[in-house]
């Protein structure tokens, strides 16, 4: 790939007003989710979450920014709600999914989703390359509290975990496992790996599992 395709498939040409703005005029100028949802990252990623999806028997899985549905095209789930701020990528994933019963997809407003968890709950909820995208404070916290409260189960987040300086705009580290501990000690972190492929991507896995009602 060289230097103008990366910096496509990467969104670095187009101009940050605010994250979710951002995504929106990033699917409709015809750009996808990202490196990180496409070639070896994108089967790293479906490897390891069928995996534990199958292993620990869960039965249902939301997530949080669920993209272009590309990600998605690889994992085997039994029940998936795919939300994201969207439009154009719930669109994209209504097409791609037309016909899977399995498969439902919500766009929504972040800013405008109250005490969702009192009707929409599952055993897994899900965050892949989404939180250092969540360059404002107030889209950040909102995004944990809907990731966590809904879960019944288990939160895997699959992340950057620093707080080092970005050069790009559409992108700010955070170290969410301390904002996590904090505010949801009903969670315990229980494992994590590291990326198989560190020079592709700098997310690692983070598995988060209920101990407490
Ligand atoms: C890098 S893409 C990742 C897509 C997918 N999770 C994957 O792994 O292929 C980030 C996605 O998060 C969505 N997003 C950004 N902020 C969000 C928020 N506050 N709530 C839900 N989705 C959000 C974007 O619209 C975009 O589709």
Redesign the pocket.
């Known amino acids: 790939m060289n230097f103008m395709q990366f910096a496509r498939h990467a969104g670095l040409a187009l101009s940050f007003r605010s994250?979710?703005s951002y995504?929106?005029r990033r699917?409709r100028a015809g750009l996808t989710?990202?490196l990180?949802?496409y070639g070896d990252l994108?089967r790293f990623?479906a490897e390891i979450l069928n995996g534990f999806v199958r292993s620990r028997e869960v039965r249902s899985v939301i997530?949080?920014?669920?993209?272009?549905g590309?990600?998605?095209g690889l994992a085997d789930y039994p029940s998936y709600l795919g939300?994201?701020?969207?439009a154009k990528?719930i669109d994209l994933c209504h097409a791609r999914f037309a016909g899977d019963r399995t498969k439902s997809f919500l766009w929504?407003d972040?800013r405008r989703m109250v005490n969702l968890q009192n009707f929409v709950t599952a055993d897994l909820t899900?965050?892949?390359?989404?939180i250092y995208?969540?360059v404002e404070d107030a889209?950040y916290l909102?995004?944990l509290d809907?990731l966590f409260s809904t879960a019944r189960r288990f939160v895997i987040l699959?992340s950057s975990d620093g707080d080092d300086a970005s050069s790009v705009a559409h992108v700010r580290h955070r170290r969410f496992t301390i904002d996590v501990e904090r505010a949801y000690p009903e969670f315990r972190l229980t494992d994590r790996i590291e990326n198989r492929y560190p020079e592709q991507s700098f997310c690692s896995f983070f598995f988060y599992e209920k101990i407490a009602g």
Do not use: I, R, T
């Not at 997530?63 to 272009?68: A, K, V």
């Not at 899900?126 to 989404?130: I, K």
């Open positions: 994250s979710g995504w929106e699917y989710s990202g990180g949802s994108a990623k997530e949080f920014g669920c993209g272009d590309n990600q998605l939300l994201d701020v969207s990528a929504h972040p899900l965050s892949l390359d989404v995208h969540l889209a909102s995004y809907n699959y």
